[in-house]
């Protein structure tokens, strides 16, 4: 899947839990996901929740990825 700029898979809560993650880099880097890849949201907002989110997913509290 194409990721586009407010996609979770994009944002820096997404993989936070594990930021040196090589698959998590290279989504970043290329703005491709695997179509079945699931990951924590670990937005300070949804912690709590344990909400699980796709690449694709995407919320108002999207935070840019630093680029490695």
């Not at 809560?13 to 970043?28: A, K, L, N, V």
């Not at 990951?39 to 709590?48: F, T, V, Y």
């Not at 796709?54 to 490695?68: D, H, L, M, V």
Request: hydrophobic share 30%; glycine share 8%.
């Amino acid at each position: 899947m194409q990721l586009q700029v407010g996609q979770c898979g994009l944002c820096a809560h997404f993989g936070e839990h594990q930021p040196t993650d090589p698959q998590i880099i290279q989504i970043r880097l290329k703005k491709e996901a695997p179509e079945n890849l699931v990951e924590e949201c670990g937005h300070p907002n949804n912690a709590p929740l344990h909400l699980m989110v796709t690449p694709i997913s995407g919320c108002k509290g999207f935070e840019p990825a630093k680029q490695a």
